[in-house]
């Protein structure tokens, strides 16, 4: 064995240890959305373990005379995600705010890299398989036993006053006690949706795992945590994600086993023993819905559109529709959608926003394909479904995976989508991650593997070109983007807080700074200018308004703009702004209460100084 | 040789890509050290102090005379009970910039770390500023504490004289007047 031998072997065993970490520490801190303007804790710790898990496997790879990124040869789904991942990078060149669309684009080349590489490590070895199942069902285990004690009630505020303030534990502690108090099993995700659509991910695969699992002991065991997850899951009260959870298992039988099913079934009821697994299963269903089932079941009897979370989302897609119509083949942008989608509303609403969508930011289209085709076109868009398709094709002719694991691989890709068409799973950190390592799952092992290929001197020269190409990627995306991103969204932590005391020198230097460090700007300018209204310099408010349109501010902004104007006597731009607000917000609002207070105050004025002009008098 | 350029070189072309459109992309200013003072009294102002002592302190470590970082970590131990060490603190201020609020935390600081004579020292000089509305109600109150209700009494008028529109104004006078019905109860007893 040569030395470059030895040294692939060594990263190799790196990269065995650094896997599970990967998918299991990001689990254990507040999750937040990956598109979000700046990075958390979850997402930096992925960035930061991802890029080494990429390098580590690429050199490993390069060093044993194998090409870097190259599992999985001959894949079509892999060529259409790289294509995918290519056109992110042309989009973000021409899109609507390039500099927030590259913030994204970096993370998402990211998680695409560290899918590949996961193909890459999992076709070195057949036991890395079941060392990823196990590190995917620790994840999962994670999130149920900490939704299970939100479900539970259990104490965690009265713990954390036990432990340390501001160490990882108490500050761990208090992320958990927002669903515990409320008794919702969020996990560590912030929030139900997105521990459902995590759980809806792997509960299938760990199901396709257990069915192939030859010690009966662990099988049991296996199956009794699937029982614990579905509780948890159907505690979460998440309807799209228990539904999609159910029509795509129906689609993957389909896909998988065909007609053949049902001679499956009839072969399997015909054994004493089959018919102890179909008896288990069922008293199980019927158990785990009784226990879990009553919130989501009253839940599906409010479906309509008078359910405000239906609403809102009917509304959110229209403005998608429309968003895909400026730009319907290259697409805004990937990262884009936030800031175009406010003055797109206030565009196709601008008779007034349905009630039911006033309470929800639209910073997500709360559908996955109509947010790909708002943010990469219709080439984009194709290129997502065609690796998808190819996926699902090359998985369940991937003769090296037993049937029940393809089953449990596409019925999990399958209602995670399913679960997206009406939220936004792919835009979660940690799910995100998930899923590549599943759809790598999938491609593993579909081809021969290759032997080495380049002769040693070469081996050397392509590992340095691989370490240094990968080094500079990574290190740009982790290091000098991610870690500064991450002091932003502290900064603008801060600077919330301090928006609320006061609009002093000090509140208006960490909105800067925030503002500098996130690059992607609009929720610390709509601060700054709230910020600016209360440190009494009107001025420089309205013309921070005026000059971050571009940034698509949100709604509230023009609110702080109206009280700016008000403030400098210049009425009837006020007046006009809080008009535009009143239209837009239904009566009963937040906003439209304080916009029609003001807009009473200022037609008196107006009225009283014989300058109201007509045009804002017909308005009202 | 075509399909071997492309298996080892495709997806290193791609990751080129990228690496050359994210280093064209300009990287985000970190926050300098006047900004990042003012973070650490950001944390401090929204009673952040764990936070707000490491941001301080490693700004005083860059640079160990900056006076906005002394103050405000002498605030922030002030604000935490450490009395000791916000004395320290603010006397290191001290001793860059003679700045008047920073001489009333002190005197404050002593006051609460019952310190009673420095703190009245400290007061009395501040009210050398006949403006210095705060260092009267500061040296109003201590001579409360210490039973001294003429001084405290004189001091707390003078307060609203110079502020005649402070915000506690109602709250003073009632204090004003619960001071006047003691001193009347001490005549008594006499």
């Known amino acids: 064995m040569t030395l470059l031998d030895r040294f692939s072997r060594w990263s190799g065993a790196f990269s065995t240890l650094l896997l599970p970490l990967l998918l299991l520490v990001p689990a254990l801190f507040l999750d937040v959305l990956v598109a979000d ?81 996961v193909l890459d490590w999992l076709e070195e070895g057949r036991e890395r398989r079941r060392l990823l199942i196990a590190s995917l069902g620790g994840l999962a285990l994670i999130q149920t036993l900490i939704g299970a004690t939100q479900l539970l009630r259990l104490p965690y505020r009265a713990w954390a006053e036990h432990v340390p303030g501001g160490s990882w534990l108490h500050s761990f502690l208090i992320s958990l006690t927002a669903g515990a108090e409320t008794g919702t099993a969020i996990g560590t995700m912030g929030n139900p949706n997105y521990l459902a659509e995590c759980l809806v991910l792997l509960w299938p695969v760990l199901f396709g795992a257990a069915l192939v699992i030859k010690s009966r002991w662990l099988k049991v065991t296996m199956f009794g945590i699937l029982v614990l997850i579905a509780g948890v899951l159907l505690g979460t009260s998440a309807r799209a994600a228990a539904g999609g959870l159910i029509l795509s298992g129906l689609v993957a039988v389909w896909l998988v086993w065909g007609a053949e099913t049902i001679a499956y079934l009839r072969q399997g009821w015909a054994s004493a023993r089959g018919r102890l697994a179909f008896g288990c299963a069922a008293v199980a269903m019927v158990v785990v819905f009784a226990v879990a089932g009553g919130p989501i079941v009253s839940k599906f009897q409010r479906l309509g559109t008078s359910d405000e979370s239906i609403g809102s989302r009917l509304v959110n897609w229209q403005v998608a529709v429309a968003m895909i119509g400026d730009r319907p083949i290259q697409g805004a942008g990937i990262g884009n959608y936030k800031a175009l989608n406010t003055a797109k509303l206030a565009e196709t609403h601008s008779e007034g926003i349905p009630l039911a969508a006033t309470k929800t930011r639209f910073a997500q289209a709360h559908n996955e394909p109509l947010q790909a085709l708002v943010e990469l076109g219709l080439v984009g868009g194709l290129l997502l479904l065609g690796a998808l398709v190819f996926w699902v094709r090359e998985t369940i002719s991937n003769e090296s995976l037993s049937k029940p694991l393809q089953f449990g691989l596409v019925w999990g890709v399958g209602a995670l989508l399913a679960s997206g068409l009406f939220g936004f799973p792919l835009h979660i950190p940690v799910t995100a991650l998930a899923l590549m390592t599943v759809l790598a799952l999938g491609l593993a092992g579909s081809r021969p593997v290759l032997a080495p290929v380049l002769p040693t001197p070469w081996r050397v020269v392509y590992t340095a070109v691989v370490a240094v190409l990968l080094g500079t990627l990574l290190w740009q ?77 949100g709604l509230g902004s023009l609110y702080w703009k109206g009280r700016a104007l008000q403030k400098l006597g ?23 209460k304080r916009s029609s207070r003001h807009m009473r105050r200022l037609k008196k004025e107006l009225d009283l100084e014989g300058a109201a002009p007509q045009r804002l008098k017909e308005g009202h | 040789m075509t399909s071997l350029l492309l298996r080892f070189g495709a997806p290193l072309a791609l990751v080129a890509v990228f690496a050359i459109g994210l280093l064209t992309q300009s990287t985000p200013a970190s926050a300098t050290l006047a900004e990042r003072t003012e973070v650490g009294i950001g944390y401090y102002k929204t009673n952040q102090l764990r936070m707000a002592r490491e941001v301080l302190g490693d700004v005083l470590r860059v640079e160990p005379s900056n006076f906005r970082a002394l103050y405000g970590s002498g605030l922030v131990e002030y604000q935490d009970k450490q009395y000791a060490k916000a004395e320290a603190f603010l006397m290191k201020a001290l001793d860059v910039k003679k700045d008047p609020e920073a001489y009333l935390t002190l005197g404050a600081v002593y006051r609460s770390g019952r310190a009673y004579v420095k703190a009245e020292r400290v007061f009395r000089e501040l009210r050398q500023d006949p403006k210095n509305a705060k260092a009267a109600y500061n040296l109003g109150m201590l001579m409360l504490e210490r039973g001294r209700y003429k001084e405290a009494k004189d001091e707390l008028t003078a307060y609203l004289r110079i502020e005649p529109a402070a915000d506690d104004k109602i709250r003073v006078l009632k204090k004003i007047n619960q001071i006047a019905t003691r001193m009347k109860e001490a005549e008594k007893k006499k």
């Not at chain 1, 960035?47 to 040869?73: S, Y």
């Not at chain 1, 991610?482 to 301090?498: F, H, I, N």
């Open chain 1, 570 to 592: 210049r009425k009837q731009e006020a007046y006009a702004a809080f008009s535009q607000l009143a239209t837009l917000f239904p009566e009963g609002t937040d906003y439209n």
């Open chain 1, 37 to 117: 303007t700046f990075k958390t804790t979850p997402e930096v710790l992925i960035l930061l373990g991802g890029g080494l898990m990429v390098l580590v496997v690429g050199i490993g790879r390069a060093l044993g005379g194998l090409p870097a990124l190259g599992g999985g040869t001959g894949s079509r789904a892999r060529w259409l995600m790289a294509g995918l991942t290519l056109w992110v990078g042309v989009t973000s060149v021409f899109a609507f705010n390039a500099r927030m669309a590259w913030i994204y684009a970096a993370t998402f080349i990211t998680y695409m890299l560290v899918g590949q590489s």
């Open chain 1, 477 to 553: 995306v982790a290091v000098k983007d991610a870690l500064p991103l991450y002091a932003g969204g502290r900064y603008q932590d801060l600077g919330e807080k301090l928006t609320k005391l006061d609009g002093g020198e000090t509140t208006l230097t960490v909105l800067s700074l925030a503002e500098r460090t996130q690059r992607y700007r609009v929720e610390v300018i709509e601060k700054k200018i709230r910020a600016l209204v209360n440190a009494e310099k009107f001025d420089e408010a309205v013309a921070l308004y005026d000059g971050s349109q571009r940034e698509g501010l």
